[in-house]
């Protein structure tokens, strides 16, 4: 049988992954803070539970998919939270990008309570989410991955077990960094082009098959081109998430100039009302 899936925030990119998980025939429990939010789901089957204490009580896997590392201390601690509230033996995975040190913390408070715990973020944007096609990143104990494998495969084509507890989130501030100055070398890319006289989309055409080939610039930049600034992943969840890997950095004694020479030009367009944005919109820092 199939478990039994509670989720947990259903945002850009939760909503299609807990769509996905519907399509496949789990039943899915959803709870988030704005309801309309899970209207798309639920009309697809959702089952809605009003608090995240009556999700727990209802399911068997409960995936979480939220905001910020203190979104993600609301939903697992506390008299009305996870840890405190699912049943026995129950698997609790969180999909957030967050810090590893609060991973860490949430597998020891679980294990307590004789539950477990898996951090399990996740890369690929609102494309990876919608197609299936998501990194998923994952720490925990290899005997409880290997349980919810089968729920890993409909999210992801790439999952990959890291390590023990925390050892997920450590992966994705790798992936962060990589992206982050990836990001300001395909935007300079791209305004040079434009400044130079070229046809953007050729240019692109030549480059992304070449050594300058990525992700970002073959999915960001036509986005850019068409000048859709919409967020497959929000500027401000982005400065979060390189806030923690420049943190976690100090921690280890580690020095990284590109990341926050990256860092402080996203919190200038965030100052100027691009914080919900797309990362893509990183273009309008040049022009």
Known sequence: MK????????????????????????DVHTYTRTASKAKELLQNGA????????????????????????????????????????LKGSILI???????????????????????????PVSGGDIGARNGKLSIMVGGENHTVDQVMPIFKELGQNYVWQGPAGAGQFTKMCNQIAIASTMIGVTEALVYAE???????????????????????SHLTPRVIRRDFSPGFFIKHFIKDMTIA????EEMGIDLPGLKL??????????????????????????
């Open 3 to 26: 478990p039994t899936i509670g989720f947990i925030g259903t945002g850009v990119m939760g909503k299609s992954m807990a769509h996905r998980l519907l399509e496949a025939g789990y």
């Open 47 to 86: 089952i809605w539970q009003g608090s995240v204490k009556e999700l727990a009580k209802q399911t068997d896997v409960i995936i979480t998919m939220v905001g910020y590392p203190r979104d993600v201390e609301e939903v697992y601690f506390g008299t009305n939270g996870l840890i405190e509230n699912a």
């Open 94 to 120: 969180d999909m957030t990008t967050s810090s590893p040190d609060l991973a860490k913390k949430i597998a020891e408070k679980a294990k307590e309570k004789e539950l477990h715990a898996i951090d399990a």
């Open 195 to 217: 400044k130079a006289g070229l046809d953007p989309n050729i240019v692109l055409e030549s480059i992304s098959g070449g050594a300058a080939g990525s992700w970002s610039l």
């Open 246 to 249: 420049i943190e976690s950095a």
């Open 262 to 287: 990256a860092k402080e030009l996203y919190e200038e367009l965030a100052r100027n009302g691009e914080e919900n944005s797309g990362t893509q919109a990183l273009y309008k820092y040049y022009v």
